[in-house]
């Protein structure tokens, strides 16, 4: 009941919500739809890191459903099994019924989690996924631990994540679990035999196993500290669980209070924080640790859908402390901290998506959304050459609806992008019909002297996302090379 009322809520708050990576996601569906293969606007190229998320894509639309509505439809799928697993996972620890309420009504109403539940993008299918892992890894049966290999090995074509956590959980299950060591060379098998087969499929048919997205968001050095992004990282850390760090904080002074009455601080946390060990919670610890400790050292920008498959490990983690711990309060206090973690998911997280979340989302949607839709028409519906070409930044919703071949200046959907050093020089040598900058180009930065240019639109648009918080002008040029 609490997973239905959760995707009709997201439903009421983003009826018309897509970001640009799911119109991504919607060119390679169309394309592999049509029996193109994997390609994005007619260019056979590695540009998704999400290939099943396309697979699936592509055969609901092959059952006449338009991809749109496919992909909308698989979030809204994924995101309700999200949430039954959650409720599950808890279940199965035997908590009190009351922290379970509250700890499945914390995923429900996550306000980065209704923002894409009905997104077309994969982020609920991999909290899925990773969930359905612990449970499977959790089992004695030899044939679950195989099914979690199997799940893993569709979680690294889901989200390119899933390969650390599967590095992670070898390590740990090889290093823990010593008489299991066969069960889990078997389930890594599995695992290894479905990311190679990709692979090889990805290198046959690409000429690489590289996405175009891992040159583009995360190349250059292993590690690249910047401390404006390790703090950016560490408030969507604390705002995507923020009932559970209060809750944890009033846990462990809890922790502090007795152990210091008791004359022994040190025991007492360790006596509390064993919990971690004897409910194998250590696992999902290990992978949340290394995922942020991996973002906070590397120069990317982590964005909320990256992070969100372990938002219920960090519910899991909390409400089974807190249900270890209540019986060390009395029921007024124990009703109190229960008051307190409920107020802030219902009143705290309600806050923050009506006054962050939901406008942010709504000028995207208004700004961004109708615009590139607009400008897709223009392109369109413009007379002239049938074989059209565009050069831009944002390439999902024109690469979807223009009708035209799209050059990539971020070379997301575009491999041959990587080989110019400049987008000058990228763009003269593709000499593209239409070109659309927002103000990350100047027309006289990137075009050639003496070309004639026709502006077919121009429009003042809100903020681009984390990385372009400041309104823009996005302006679409028509482009005549002699």
């Not at 802030?344 to 997280?349: A, E, K, S, V």
């Given at each position: 009941m609490i997973a239905i009322a959760s995707v009709l809520l997201a439903y009421f708050l983003y009826p018309h919500f897509l970001g640009d990576d799911t119109f991504i996601h919607i060119g390679f569906i169309k394309d592999l739809a049509a029996g193109k293969g994997f390609s994005f606007a007619g260019t056979k190229t590695y540009g998704s890191t999400s290939p099943l998320w396309v697979i699936l894509g592509a055969g609901l639309t092959k059952l006449s459903l338009s991809p749109e509505t496919a992909v909308r439809l698989l979030s809204l799928i994924f995101s309700v099994t999200a949430v039954y697993l959650l409720c599950a996972v808890l279940l199965k620890l035997k908590l009190d019924m009351k922290i379970i309420i509250a700890a499945v009504a914390s995923l429900a109403l996550n306000p980065f989690f209704l923002r894409w539940a009905l997104s077309g993008m994969e982020v609920s299918a991999s909290i899925t996924l990773l969930l359905l892992i612990y449970i499977l890894f959790n089992e004695k049966s030899s044939k679950k631990w195989y099914l979690g290999g199997l799940v893993f090995g569709l979680g690294m074509l889901i989200r390119p994540e899933f390969a650390g956590f599967f590095l992670i959980t070898v390590v740990y299950y090889f290093i823990i679990f010593k008489e299991r060591r066969k069960d889990l060379i078997v389930a890594a098998s599995i695992s290894f035999i479905i990311a190679g087969a990709w692979l090889l499929f990805a290198y046959s048919h690409f000429g690489t196993v590289v996405p175009n997205t891992y040159l583009y968001k995360a190349g250059g050095s292993l590690f690249a500290f910047k401390f404006d992004y390790a703090f950016r990282t560490g408030m969507l850390f604390l705002a995507g669980n923020l009932p559970e760090f209060v809750l944890i904080a009033l846990l462990l002074f809890a922790a502090f209070f007795y152990g210091r009455k008791n004359g022994n601080i040190s025991y007492s946390l360790r006596k509390r924080l064993s919990v971690l060990k004897e409910e194998r919670l250590l696992l999902p610890v290990l992978w949340i640790s290394v995922f942020y400790l991996f973002y906070i050292l590397k120069d990317v920008t982590v964005i909320s859908r990256y992070s969100l498959m372990l938002v219920p490990f960090v519910i899991i983690v909390s409400a089974t402390l807190f249900?270890?711990?209540?019986?060390?309060?009395?029921?007024?206090?124990?009703?109190?901290?229960?008051?307190?973690?409920?107020?802030?998911?219902?009143?705290?997280?309600?806050?923050?998506?009506?006054?962050?979340?939901?406008?942010?989302?709504?000028?995207?949607?208004?700004?961004?959304?109708?615009?590139?839709?607009?400008?897709?028409?223009?392109?369109?519906?413009?007379?002239?050459?049938?074989?059209?070409?565009?050069?831009?930044?944002?390439?999902?919703?024109?690469?979807?609806?223009?009708?035209?071949?799209?050059?990539?200046?971020?070379?997301?959907?575009?491999?041959?992008?990587?080989?110019?050093?400049?987008?000058?020089?990228?763009?003269?040598?593709?000499?593209?019909?239409?070109?659309?900058?927002?103000?990350?180009?100047?027309?006289?930065?990137?075009?050639?002297?003496?070309?004639?240019?026709?502006?077919?639109?121009?429009?003042?648009?809100?903020?681009?996302?984390?990385?372009?918080?400041?309104?823009?002008?996005?302006?679409?040029y028509k482009l005549f090379w002699e």
């Open positions: 249900n270890r711990l209540k019986e060390n309060f009395n029921p007024e206090i124990r009703s109190l901290i229960l008051f307190i973690y409920l107020f802030i998911i219902i009143f705290g997280y309600g806050l923050m998506t009506l006054k962050v979340v939901k406008p942010a989302s709504d000028e995207f949607v208004n700004g961004f959304q109708t615009t590139y839709r607009e400008m897709a028409s223009i392109i369109k519906n413009d007379p002239g050459n049938s074989n059209k070409t565009v050069a831009l930044t944002d390439v999902g919703i024109i690469g979807c609806y223009s009708g035209a071949k799209v050059y990539d200046f971020a070379g997301l959907v575009d491999h041959s992008r990587f080989n110019y050093n400049s987008t000058r020089e990228y763009l003269i040598a593709k000499k593209p019909d239409y070109v659309i900058l927002r103000e990350d180009y100047q027309p006289q930065e990137i075009l050639p002297e003496g070309i004639r240019t026709e502006i077919l639109f121009q429009k003042k648009l809100g903020g681009f996302g984390i990385n372009h918080s400041q309104p823009r002008v996005v302006t679409l």
